[in-house]
């Protein structure tokens, strides 16, 4: 007779085995059933914010439907992974030959000129082409590449490639939100700060509020992630006169590089940033003790809790947050001192436009894929301007197509175009210097910080990683311009040979001759400004 | 040449640019044709010099095969090329101020083949590194001003505009003639590029430039023609407001 235990242990692996067996046989018979008579499309992407796979999940219903009254039975599925892990698994998929039909992509999140020539297609020729499913709308005969706010010259772009490689889904722009009851209640504002001096000081009566003893709350929730959105505002919005001043073209655009060869001859100047430092100092005394060590849910925790009357987020954000929040938040622009503000006003030109609003971000076409024309037409069914306004409510994102205005809780979001270039934030102009920023960080802050002690650190060590990051920055143009030689040499002979439009030759050649101009510039110390 | 050739795996020649349509999407492991044709030729020594982990027996290799490929004088085009890629491949080794010896293989790869794409595109890669690495001012003068001269009877319209746009820039960051940089720029927006953030860029920047050298009515000109051009662009507004003050300067 078998002892108690071990016959209640077999029965339980006996009874996993007929589970697993079960949940097999289930499984099987439902792929099987599928692969028989249903196409699936499988389309990845990391958008975990309350909204977008509800979303997709609609509008992919929708098409299925429509395919379906089309005599085609298709099934939309949707691969969402986490934006950690989404490179590397993008990478595996992609090398071996298992992506799904259509893949989201960033160059931020890995997507490489290397990567999107090797493994996607780029649709130049098909964006060149109306998008059937705008029929009927003032977009009918607009090419499928012109019915997108930038004609996809940002959004769909490859920078390096130059070529059409992504459909976009939404634009993107950082906002002060705050909690309208708090406000009014602590301030007596019904309305949220309009310029920069107000702003501060409706910080300070929140401040005083609290060391009163009146209410535990703090007038700004910080977190690493939120602190830097704030912060980058602040410094873009109070350095902007720097951007005009390292504009060695002439073309009114400015970026990272343009900071970097500046500073290696001596045209950019840490003094110009002291007022943006004095702003990062002044916004730190506002946020929760420790906020550098919490994370972006620890500040919407303070913020929901009515903790705290402001917070700074992203577009990306809002549906996530207006879900978790127990309140309807009010939401505007981080107001910016005037050109005239004796105290703040020395770098401001004005307004500062929302930058970088618009990137290179959407859904690809892998080489690999086998169904291309599905992939294609459900890219143009999502990126019609019906569907697409649709998906725009729904996901509350900021609209890319054109002709499609953002739902009222996004309005506020709208990107701002009149207003100046910020400057550029130190902590966007390359990996060391941005290490630089964040780990010394604390010596600008309160309690204990001070402009005077982060500027002297700035001015020992910024020349070393401004250099570093230049040097890293050289290295990256060297090897996309490599990398386009390939391509250029490639699409000369398929032109040559009619396989291939001669303007896909040329815009890469544009692209390249630019960039390999802007490489030799950077060596070049001018002696006086043009 | 036949003998490294005779080292590539036996593959019937390409008809129908299939070793091109591979280096189009970076596949430089695929077995290359065994033959002289001289696309093929030039088609396998790209993909070893693409070829992953670099090795100097690759790049050794390819050297070879353009060497023979430059010397070639019955396809002008594909001589080109090779002298052209030969430069490209001696200017890797030599990033920052090295790469003036390579300008001059550029400017004798274009002397030889000046009618070609590769001829054109090799003067092209000449400018910018003439352009600012030479530190004589007078010197670097001379062969911008040489190179401009140059540049009017090209006929690749993809490579002209982008030779009269950089060597608009150069004369406008070195400070030698915003007139000048005016003009080359006005003339590189004329031939239109197909890029279309780099064909605003040089629209913006022609009416900076137009106002610099003090033609503020071609300055307005051009900030007009962008803003309705780009009515979204986020450069606009500040164009604007140049827009303003050049009309209000205007005589």
């Given amino acids: 007779m078998m002892p108690l235990k071990i016959r209640w242990s077999l029965i339980g692996v006996l009874l996993a085995l007929a589970a697993y067996a079960a949940a097999a046989l289930w499984v099987a018979r439902r792929t099987s059933a599928r692969t028989e008579s249903v196409t699936t499309l499988r389309v990845s992407h990391w958008l975990l914010e309350t909204g977008y796979r509800e979303a997709f999940a609609e509008i992919g219903r929708a098409w299925e439907q429509k395919q379906a009254k089309a005599g085609r039975a298709v099934r939309f599925e949707q691969i969402v992974v986490p934006t950690r892990v989404y490179a590397a698994w993008m990478r595996t998929n992609l090398v071996g030959g298992t992506a799904p039909d259509l893949v989201y992509v960033k160059r931020e999140n890995g997507a490489t000129d290397e990567l999107m020539a090797r493994y996607f297609e780029p649709i130049d020729s098909e964006a060149s082409a109306p998008n059937p499913y705008n029929a009927g709308t003032p977009l009918a005969d607009a090419s499928w590449r012109n019915t997108f706010i930038d004609g996809l010259a940002v959004t769909g772009t490859s920078p390096g490639l130059a070529d059409i490689y992504a459909i976009p889904t939404s634009a993107t722009s950082i906002r002060l939100y705050f909690n309208p009851r708090l406000l009014e209640q602590i301030t007596g504002l019904s309305t949220p700060p309009r310029d920069w001096t107000e702003f501060l000081a409706v910080c300070e009566e929140i401040a005083r509020w609290r060391e009163q003893g009146q209410h535990r709350v703090v007038p700004i929730a910080g977190s690493r992630v939120n602190a830097t959105l704030l912060f980058n505002l602040a410094v873009g919005g109070l350095a902007q006169s720097s951007a005009r001043q390292i504009d060695r073209r002439g073309d009114l655009g400015t970026g990272p590089a343009e900071l970097l060869v500046a500073a290696q001859h001596g045209d950019w100047k840490l003094a110009d940033y002291t007022l943006a430092l004095r702003a990062v100092q002044e916004l730190g005394r506002y946020m929760q003790p420790g906020f550098l060590q919490m994370q972006r849910e620890d500040a919407t925790m303070l913020f929901g809790q009515q903790q705290a009357v402001m917070i700074v987020a992203g577009s990306w954000t809002a549906n996530s947050l207006h879900a978790e929040l127990p309140f309807t938040p009010g939401v505007a622009e981080l107001p910016l001192p005037s050109p005239s503000d004796p105290q703040w006003g020395g770098g401001v030109r004005g307004a500062a436009t929302d930058n970088a609003g618009l990137m290179f971000e959407g859904f690809a076409l892998p080489r690999a894929g086998k169904q291309r024309e599905l992939a294609l037409d459900f890219l143009r069914f999502l990126s019609s301007q019906e569907v697409y306004a649709r998906y725009a409510e729904l996901s509350g994102c900021l609209p890319v197509v054109k002709g499609v205005t953002a739902n009222d809780r996004m309005r506020p979001f709208q990107l701002r175009r009149d207003g100046f270039r910020p400057g550029v934030p130190l902590n966007q102009v390359g990996e060391a210097t941005r290490r630089l920023w964040d780990q010394n960080l604390q010596d600008l802050l309160p309690p204990s910080g001070s402009v005077d002690r982060f500027t002297q650190l700035l001015a020992a060590h910024l020349p070393a990683t401004l250099a570093q990051d230049l040097d890293r920055w050289r290295r990256s143009i060297r090897t996309s311009v490599e990398l386009q030689d390939f391509l250029l040499e490639a699409r000369h002979q398929l032109s040559a040979a009619g396989e291939i439009d001669l303007s896909r030759r040329d815009t890469l050649l544009d692209s390249q001759a630019a960039a390999e101009s802007a490489y030799y510039a950077s060596f070049f110390a001018p002696t006086s400004h043009p | ?251």
């Fill in chain 2, 1 to 251: 040449m036949l003998a490294l050739l005779a080292l590539a795996p036996s593959v019937a020649p390409a008809t129908d640019n299939v070793p091109w349509k591979r280096i189009a999407s970076f596949d430089f492991a695929a077995e290359t044709p065994a033959s002289s044709q001289p696309s093929d030729v030039l088609a396998t020594a790209l993909s070893l010099i693409g070829r992953q982990p670099r090795t100097e027996r690759n790049l050794a290799r390819a050297s070879v095969l353009l060497t023979e490929l430059a010397q070639r004088s019955d396809t002008p085009e594909f001589a080109a090329a090779a002298a052209y890629h030969l430069a490209r491949l001696a200017q890797m080794s030599a990033p920052g101020a090295d790469a003036l010896a390579v300008a001059d293989q550029f400017v004798a790869a274009y002397r030889r083949w000046p009618g070609t794409f590769h001829g054109q595109l090799s003067l092209l890669r000449a400018a910018p590194i003439q352009g600012y690495l030479i530190t004589d001012d007078t010197v670097a003068r001379t062969q911008i001003d040489a190179l401009a001269a140059t540049a009017q009877s090209f006929t690749d319209r993809g490579v002209k505009r982008n030779l009269l746009a950089t060597l608009a820039e150069i004369y406008y960051r070195r400070g030698w003639s915003a007139a000048r940089a005016q003009q080359l720029t006005e003339a590189a927006v004329a031939l239109g590029f197909d890029h279309r953030i780099l064909a605003a860029n040089l629209l913006a920047a022609s009416a900076t430039r137009a106002a610099a050298a003090g033609d503020l009515h071609a300055a307005v000109t051009h900030a007009d023609e962008f803003l309705r051009r780009y009515p979204d662009d986020v450069r606009g507004y500040e164009l604007r407001q140049l827009r303003a003050e050049w009309a209000a300067s205007q005589p």
